[in-house]
């Protein structure tokens, strides 16, 4: 009887212990980008380029690396468009050209019996030159969420998303790049 009940002990901890570790999460990126029509005025064409330099891109719930920039970058260009702004690839011949650069986006999960934390860490500086001038700015953003087992891809990419898009709402609404990007 002690026999069997140890067996029994012994197969719930593994059991337990393979549940927690699952197969790699992976999240799709597409925050909101807000406050993108009130930045200048007399700003009609604008060049947009995003860099990825994350020093640490093997987290395993990551998107896939390579495309992260491309895809930040096309979502922003298509909200910019939609605003009425047309998009050229050369900076120096645009009335404004943004660029953004991610030195930290990371999302991780950690894992419980019944429930997991989802935490997301994202660093992305702003630069914004118009003519001769420019200003650089580093944006930061947070989210932790606790949610029930199992831990899906749909959960992972809504707290990135949410992340995100504070980030992005805080950097286009804030008061110093606002103010630079209506200077004449």
Do not use: W
């Not at 980008?33 to 064409?45: A, E, M, N, T």
């Amino acid at each position: 009887m002690l026999k069997s009940f140890k067996i029994l002990v012994a197969t719930i901890i593994l059991f337990a212990l393979l549940g927690c570790n699952s197969a790699p999460l992976r999240y799709t990126l597409d925050p909101e980008f807000s406050y993108l029509q009130g930045l200048g005025r007399d700003i009609k064409v604008v060049s947009v380029k995003v860099i990825d330099k994350r020093s640490n891109t093997n987290n395993s719930t990551v998107e896939d690396p390579d495309e992260v920039a491309g895809k930040l970058q096309k979502q922003l260009i298509g909200k910019l468009k939609d605003h009425g702004y047309k998009i050229i690839s050369k900076p120096l011949l645009a009335d404004m050209a943004y660029e953004l650069v991610i030195s930290e986006l990371e999302m991780t999960v950690d894992k419980s019996m019944l429930k997991s934390l989802i935490r997301g860490n994202s660093k992305i500086t702003l630069t914004l030159r118009k003519h001769s001038d420019h200003i650089s700015k580093i944006f930061s953003a947070t989210k932790t969420q606790e949610v029930a087992n199992p831990v899906n891809n749909v959960d992972v990419t809504g707290v990135a998303n949410q992340m995100l898009s504070s980030l992005f709402s805080n950097m286009f609404s804030d008061q110093q790049i606002v103010e630079f990007s209506e200077k004449p």
